[in-house]
C-alpha cells in the first residue's frame, strides 16, 4: 500500500527551463511534506518542506506547491541547473503517532546542457 | 551540522551470515530510523526508534533486528543474510522537527 506515489520514475529538462516533479498521497493525517534529493552513493538531503496549513514554500530555486483537497503537491526548480541532476523523494509525515517518514519511489531528474 | 556515519559504504557478505550494520549521530537525537533504497520503491522503513532500548517495526522488519544500547548508536542486524537483502541501506536521526538528517548509506551486497 503505497501512501506516497511518484508516477514519473525519470524526467529530462532542459538547463535554464522549469523542472516540475509531482508527489500524490493518499493519507489524509499527513500534515507535513518534504522533498529530498539525492546522488548516487550519498544519502538523500534535505531540500524543502511544506505543513499542510500553507499551499506553498518559496526557497530560492526552488518552490513546493501543496493542493490539500486533491493530495497533490509538486516541486518547481526554475531555473534548472546541472547540478540539479539527482533522484528527488517526496516524504510525508503525520504529527499524530509515529513521527516516521513515508517516501516516494523517487523521480530521477537530468538536466541536459 | 548534524553527523550521521554509517560505519561501512560498502559491505559483500555470504549468504546465512549475520550482518551489523552501524550508525551513530553526534546530535543527541531521540529518533533514529533505518531504511533500505531500492529501484523503484523509494526508501522504506525497517526499524526506528525513539530512545534508549525502544524500537518500533516499520513497514518491512522480516529478517531484521535492530538494538540501541545507547542514546548515539542505532544498529541494524540481519541475522542471516539472504541475496534478497542485497541494497542501499540509509540510517537517518531527527529530533521530531522534521529536520531528519541522512548517513552517507552502506551498499550492502549478499552473494
Known amino acids: 500500500d503505497q501512501q506516497v506515489k511518484q508516477n514519473s520514475p525519470s524526467l529530462s529538462v532542459q538547463e535554464g527551463r522549469i523542472s516540475i516533479l509531482n508527489c500524490d498521497y493518499t493519507n489524509s493525517m499527513f500534515d507535513y511534506f518534504l522533498w529530498y534529493k539525492k546522488y548516487p552513493a550519498e544519502g538523500p538531503t534535505f531540500l524543502i518542506s511544506?505543513?499542510?496549513?500553507?499551499d506553498k514554500n518559496e526557497d530560492g530555486r526552488f518552490t513546493v506547491f501543496l493542493n490539500k483537497s486533491a493530495k497533490h503537491l509538486s516541486l518547481h526548480i526554475v531555473p534548472s541547473q546541472p547540478g540539479d541532476s539527482a533522484v528527488y523523494f517526496c516524504a510525508a509525515i503525520s504529527e499524530q503517532g509515529a513521527q516516521k517518514l513515508v517516501f516516494g519511489q523517487g523521480t530521477r531528474l537530468t538536466i541536459n546542457p | 551540522d548534524v553527523k550521521v556515519t554509517q560505519s561501512s559504504r560498502y559491505l559483500v557478505k555470504r549468504t546465512g551470515e549475520k550482518v551489523f550494520l552501524e550508525c551513530v549521530q553526534d546530535?543527541?537525537?531521540?529518533?533514529m530510523f533505518w531504511y533500505r533504497q531500492d529501484p523503484g520503491l523509494g526508501l522504506r522503513l525497517i526499524y526506528f526508534s525513539y530512545d534508549v532500548k525502544m524500537k518500533e517495526k516499520g513497514d518491512i522488519p522480516e529478517g531484521y533486528s535492530v538494538s540501541r544500547e545507547k542514546k548515539e548508536r542505532f544498529s541494524l542486524i540481519l541475522e542471516s543474510a539472504s541475496t534478497n537483502q542485497t541494497s542501499m541501506y540509509l540510517c537517518a536521526s531527527g529530533s521530531g522537527d522534521y529536520g531528519y538528517t541522512f548517513g552517507s548509506g552502506t551498499r550492502l551486497t549478499v552473494v
Open positions: 511544506i505543513s499542510s496549513i500553507k
Open positions: 546530535m543527541d537525537h531521540e529518533n
